[in-house]
Structures are given as structure tokens and as C-alpha cells.
């Protein structure tokens, strides 16, 4: 009697131990219980505004449509440096540390990453020149474990978009941060089509956004139109633009289509969402998100998307026909 009980208890207990086995493999095999192996993403942004923001957001739908989602099989960790380089570099060094792939948004962002000498894939967007920022060999080929998406915009056509929403401007007012490098290529480019175009120009520049509303003031007095580029500074006091725009009655096209919708009148320019959707389908090409290329093998890419943005509420303030601007009469 009591060797089958013991035969019956030892039964008893191998099988609770198949079927504790049986569990576990299973839950392995769904991704249930923590099984399915996740992704550590590292994020790290310059500054908070819409453009940075939209094409984080970019990014990540581009990886959950390629099946990597937060909170499944993908672990964010989100950093926003508020424009301090000082914060960036500490942050950078943190996501260096901690992640699979990681993320730059915005030049001074990128170059405090690779800075800290990453080791593993890095994807930059919203950087104009990648190249002069020291990021990448060439945008064909990046080399090493760093590539991403420009966001150069095509400021030729965007300044003769300004100058053909007033056919008697004769004076251009450019304001930017000079203390950053993407900003002051752009404002290069600008000034050769202003120049070519025989308009004089008028420049203002700023350190941060406290300094936009008296900077924009001093120049909307002087200037039939403003140009503004894909500047961060510029972008994150976007309203503080359109505020001065409307009291003074000055055009103004800027490089991006957020900035547009926030403050500007018009553009010809970036939607950095669908930049952001870019950059993420290069970073599925990655073997750390289940792809065959290394970072080196992937081009560097111009945007893909341009589109003619017009904000009509500011076309009627400033009393343009806002389908003017889109026939281009």
C-alpha cells in the first residue's frame, strides 16, 4: 500500500513538472510572459517642438508597422536634451549604455551621441548636412554605424516662393540661430538666391527663444518678407513668429511644414512626420530589428516627401489670397 502511494505521489509530481515545462516553453513560443526577446531603443531629441516631435512619432509608426511596438517587444527610453549640450552629452552617454539601436533627432543631438563613440547602430533625422556635421563619410556611403535622414530643404524654390506671394518686395529679412550649424547653411543658401534674385537682405539672429519676439520686431519693421529656415530655436518659438507676422503684416516662409502650420504663411518644404516614417523603414533594413544590412550598407537619404504648404487663417491676416500662392500668380 504505501510503495503505491509513493509511486502515486512521484506521478503526481512529474507530471505537474511536465506541465510546468509545458507553460513555460509555450508563453516562450507566443512572446507571452516576457519570453519574446525586446528591442531597448534609445531616443535622443534636441528640443522639444513640433517638428522634432513629429518625427519621432514618424519613426516609431515605421517600427510598429514593421511589428516592433512599445510596450510588446520595444523598450523606449526617451531623452530630450532642451537644447543643452550639457544635458545631451550626459544623456548620450546613458543611451550608449543601455540600448540596441538608438535614435538622434536634430544635428547638435546627433554629433553629442557619436561623440560618446557608440557601438551599436545609430539612425539620425532632421540633420541638414549629416556629411559637414561630421556624422557620416558620404551619403551614399556612411561607413561606420551611423546613418539617417536629411532634412535639407529645397530653400532655392522656397525663397522664390516668398518673392512671388509679393511681386514689390525689395528687402528680405533672414533670422536664425547662428549657433547652429544646419541653420547657418541654409541662411548661406538663401542669401545666394536673394542675391541672385537682386533683393537685399536683412539678417537677425538669436541665442534662444526668448530672444524671437524682439529679434522678429526689429526685423518685420525693416522687411517686405522673412525667410526662415529649418531652425530649431526658430521652430520651438514658431507662435511668437506668427504673432509678430500678423502685427506688422510680413510674409513669412519658413523651412518646414510645422512651422507653417504654427506661425508661418507659407512653404515648400518637409513634412517630418513622413520624414520620420523614412528613417524608421531605413532602420528595419538593420539586423537588430530582424533586417540583413549593417548601418554602413545603408544610404543616408534626402526627404522623399515635398509638399506646398499654405495657412490660409494667415493668408486672410495678412490679406493674400492664399490661392495665389498655390497657382503661384
Do not use: W
Amino acid at each position: 500500500m504505501k510503495v503505491r502511494n509513493k509511486m502515486k505521489h512521484r506521478a503526481i509530481r512529474l507530471g505537474m513538472i511536465i506541465l510546468t515545462l509545458t507553460l513555460v516553453l509555450a508563453g516562450c513560443a507566443t512572446g507571452g510572459g516576457g519570453g519574446e526577446k525586446k528591442v531597448k531603443l534609445g531616443i535622443l531629441q534636441m528640443m522639444a517642438h513640433a517638428s522634432l516631435d513629429q518625427a519621432r512619432e514618424g519613426f516609431l509608426a515605421a517600427l510598429k508597422e514593421g511589428g516592433y511596438e512599445e510596450g510588446k517587444n520595444l523598450v523606449v527610453d526617451y531623452q530630450n536634451g532642451q537644447g543643452e549640450r550639457s544635458n545631451m552629452q550626459t544623456m548620450s552617454e546613458r543611451l550608449v549604455a543601455n540600448s540596441d539601436i538608438i535614435l538622434t533627432i536634430a544635428t547638435p543631438a546627433a554629433q553629442a551621441l557619436v561623440e560618446v563613440g557608440p557601438t551599436q547602430p545609430v539612425l539620425f533625422t532632421a540633420v541638414t548636412n549629416p556629411v559637414s556635421a561630421g556624422l557620416i563619410a558620404s551619403m551614399e556611403k556612411p561607413g561606420g554605424l551611423v546613418t539617417g535622414t536629411s532634412d535639407m530643404a529645397p530653400i532655392a524654390d522656397q525663397v522664390a516662393l516668398l518673392l512671388g506671394i509679393k511681386p514689390d518686395i525689395k528687402t528680405v529679412g533672414l533670422i536664425y540661430n547662428l549657433g547652429e550649424q544646419n541653420s547657418v547653411e541654409q541662411i548661406d543658401m538663401a542669401k545666394a538666391a536673394l542675391a541672385k534674385a537682386g533683393v537685399k537682405v536683412v539678417e537677425m539672429t538669436v541665442t534662444s527663444t526668448n530672444d524671437v519676439e524682439q529679434m522678429m520686431t526689429n526685423l518685420a519693421k525693416q522687411v517686405d518678407g522673412i525667410y526662415i529656415p529649418t531652425d530649431n530655436t526658430l521652430a520651438a518659438a514658431a507662435q511668437t513668429v506668427g504673432e509678430v507676422a500678423r502685427e506688422y503684416k510680413v510674409p513669412v516662409v519658413a523651412g518646414s511644414v510645422s512651422q507653417v502650420e504654427e506661425g508661418g504663411l507659407a512653404t515648400y518644404g518637409i513634412d517630418y512626420y513622413q520624414l520620420g516614417l523614412q528613417t524608421g523603414r531605413q532602420a528595419l533594413k538593420l539586423k537588430v530589428l530582424g533586417g540583413t544590412a549593417e548601418p554602413k550598407d545603408v544610404p543616408a537619404e534626402y526627404p522623399k516627401d515635398l509638399s506646398l504648404e499654405v495657412n490660409e487663417e494667415m493668408a486672410a491676416a495678412l490679406g493674400i489670397d492664399p490661392k495665389s500662392i498655390k497657382s503661384g500668380k
